[in-house]
């Protein structure tokens, strides 16, 4: 792994909670992170969680999985983040509890930052001022690359704040639902470089289009394309996304060439869709794509 380089993840940790009765730790950022540790990288997660069961319990996963606890703020105010799942034609649907511990990430509670990296960050999270506020602070004291994850659960986005936002990005990444929120158009491919020119710092943008694949497209109109094999094990979609960030993200990180990273990240993301839920504490998952990939 580069040791000059750090990966920042910044927004929600919480839990999902399904239909069943089952409980699974999620949000994107806290997937992310997990995913980024299980295959070797030793990623820092700036979140905030509340001062009860639900986040006692996700500081002992963390120290179990070997994942830093340094930028977890403790709230004594506000509970753990938690989501309720309810699966629908095998897509996730999400009913997301507000004014929740990671709404109030605080800046002056930031831990000892790299001076460089890389800076993965949702749209959920920034919600609330008070983590938006911590979040700028956080991209004034790094010199870093940003990497966004846009995450649409309505209520909770506003498509001036994702405009925004977007212009700090060196990557987007979005599914093809949310493009459509955001462009109001179809999506061909002269449409997605529109959103490039309005976001004129993102040297690439990451589409997700579930069944159908991904592709990534630069402002030069530079495509790569992917598209998933069937899985004949599907459980459900639930962090399919994320786990794809994940490993686009690890491919920046080891300067993994995009092609490469594109359909590393799609076999990634079809083994997630065999798990109940986002993640998995079975390293042998994770270990038989670093078998895969040789790293």
Sequence with gaps: MNQQEHIVIFGEVLYDCFEDGSRVLGGA????????????????????????????????????WGLSTDGIQID????TGSVEIQIHDNE????????????????????????TGIIYHGSLALRNETSRIALGNLLTQ??????????????WWDKNLIQAISHSATWLKLNQHELDMLTDSDTEQHQITELFASANNIKELILTQGESGAMAITPE?????????????FVDAVGAGDAFSSVILLGKFLSWPT???????????????????????DQSFYQSFLNLWKI
């Excluded at 299980?38 to 006692?56: C, F, T, V």
Aim: a negative charge; proline letters at 8%; hydrophobic letters at 40%.
């Design 259 to 281: 092609e490469l990273a594109m359909l590393r990240a799609q076999e990634f993301a079809s083994g997630v869709v065999s798990l109940r839920g986002a993640t998995t504490t």
């Design 221 to 233: 109109g530079e495509l790569n394309r992917v598209k998933p094999k069937i899985n004949q094990n």
């Design 76 to 79: 004594d105010s506000h509970p």
């Design 92 to 115: 996730p649907h999400f009913d997301i509890l507000n004014s929740v511990a990671y709404d109030y990430i605080d800046e002056a509670c930031l831990p000892y930052l790299p001076l």
């Design 142 to 155: 790094m010199e870093a690359r940003v990497f966004i994850d846009v995450n649409l659960r309505p209520p």
């Design 29 to 64: 950022p806290f997937n992310v992170a997990w995913n980024l540790k299980a295959l070797g990288a030793h990623p820092l997660l700036i979140s905030r969680i509340g001062n009860d069961d639900m986040g006692k319990n996700i500081l002992d996963e963390m120290n179990n």
